[in-house]
């Protein structure tokens, strides 16, 4: 009973004291692992995961990923200098490249070292459509959902000692509690959560392809593609990103207010190709 006892009290504390503040939502958000940990391992997968696979570089398109990430990453410093955060970016070490592989994928590692896969161009169709993609995976980064989720892991983790403990004495119970507890926690929490992410990930990404001079309905119609090129997809609850649908929705519900936050910088006019 002690030991649960003092289980209990330490992930309170952890929630307490590990925590770190979403400068664009404003929210406090789980940093048990810290980012002084966290990006030096994010900067040699990075740079591993280069060392295995295909970058195009030199081409026209190669080149519209990096100017097109240098536009998002500028425009990230230029909203976050003007809203008080000026030194949040001192760790971060961009990297734009384009990778040859069919599948219709990018992605940003911690500290701003992003992927695209030749597979999604045809998707996104043009420099607008990579900025749409580039802002949403950018504003991760930012966002510190990598902290988040490795945090959430941990705490998830945590739950499963204390219950098997807790059980410990009735086998038939623990095992019952383990199914339960590893079905509830991913479809009940840890997926919402990362919905949760992607949500927040296409608004900032709105603001941010705004701020670059990128026209934020381009993404609703960049999901439109998305859409039709996924054809079947698993219920929303079941997913750890949200439905076409919603996002679409979002998107475009979000749009003008990306807009309005864009003209603070001086910025009127957006392309949308």
Same mark, same amino acid.
């Given at each position: 009973?002690?030991?649960? +006892? %003092?289980?209990?009290? @330490?992930?309170?504390?952890?929630?307490?004291?590990?925590?770190? +503040?979403?400068?664009?939502?404003?929210?406090?958000?789980?940093?048990?692992?810290?980012?002084? &940990?966290?990006?030096?391992?994010?900067?040699? &997968?990075?740079?591993?995961?280069? =060392?295995?696979?295909?970058?195009?570089?030199?081409?026209?398109?190669?080149?519209?990923?990096?100017?097109?990430?240098?536009?998002?990453?500028?425009?990230?410093?230029?909203?976050? %200098?003007?809203?008080?955060?000026?030194?949040? @970016?001192?760790?971060?070490?961009?990297?734009?490249?384009?990778?040859?592989?069919?599948?219709?994928?990018?992605?940003?590692?911690?500290?701003?070292?992003?992927?695209?896969?030749?597979?999604?161009?045809?998707? %996104?169709?043009?420099?607008?459509?990579?900025?749409?993609?580039?802002?949403?995976?950018?504003?991760?980064?930012?966002?510190?959902?990598? &902290?988040?989720?490795?945090?959430?892991?941990? @705490?998830?983790?945590?739950?499963?000692?204390?219950?098997?403990?807790?059980?410990?004495?009735?086998?038939?119970?623990?095992?019952?509690?383990? +199914?339960?507890?590893?079905?509830? =926690?991913?479809?009940?929490?840890?997926?919402?959560?990362?919905?949760?992410?992607?949500?927040?990930?296409?608004?900032?990404?709105?603001?941010?392809?705004?701020?670059?001079?990128?026209?934020?309905?381009?993404?609703?119609?960049?999901?439109?593609?998305?859409? &039709?090129?996924?054809?079947?997809?698993?219920?929303?609850?079941?997913?750890?990103?949200?439905? =076409?649908?919603?996002?679409?929705?979002?998107? %475009?519900?979000?749009?003008?207010?990306?807009?309005?936050?864009?003209?603070?910088?001086?910025?009127?006019?957006?392309?949308?190709?």
């Amino acid at each position: 009973m002690k030991f649960k +006892q %003092t289980l209990s009290i @330490l992930a309170v504390t952890l929630l307490m004291v590990a925590c770190a +503040q979403n400068p664009f939502t404003g929210k406090k958000t789980l940093a048990l692992v810290p980012n002084s &940990q966290i990006l030096p391992m994010a900067f040699q &997968q990075y740079d591993q995961f280069l =060392s295995e696979n295909k970058v195009v570089r030199g081409t026209s398109d190669a080149k519209m990923i990096s100017n097109v990430g240098q536009k998002i990453s500028t425009a990230a410093e230029r909203w976050l %200098t003007a809203n008080g955060y000026s030194g949040y @970016l001192k760790d971060y070490s961009w990297e734009y490249n384009l990778v040859q592989d069919d599948a219709v994928n990018a992605w940003c590692m911690p500290g701003g070292k992003i992927v695209f896969y030749t597979g999604i161009l045809p998707v %996104t169709q043009n420099e607008a459509g990579v900025a749409a993609v580039m802002g949403h995976e950018v504003a991760h980064a930012l966002a510190n959902h990598g &902290q988040q989720r490795m945090s959430a892991g941990q @705490l998830q983790e945590l739950g499963a000692v204390a219950g098997n403990i807790a059980l410990s004495s009735d086998p038939k119970k623990q095992g019952i509690f383990n +199914q339960a507890y590893g079905i509830g =926690s991913q479809v009940g929490i840890m997926l919402p959560f990362s919905r949760s992410h992607e949500t927040e990930a296409d608004r900032i990404g709105l603001t941010l392809m705004a701020i670059a001079g990128y026209d934020p309905i381009v993404a609703a119609e960049l999901w439109q593609r998305m859409k &039709q090129q996924a054809g079947g997809a698993p219920a929303e609850f079941l997913s750890t990103h949200p439905s =076409s649908d919603t996002r679409i929705r979002n998107i %475009t519900g979000w749009a003008p207010e990306a807009k309005a936050e864009a003209r603070k910088y001086g910025v009127t006019t957006f392309r949308k190709s």
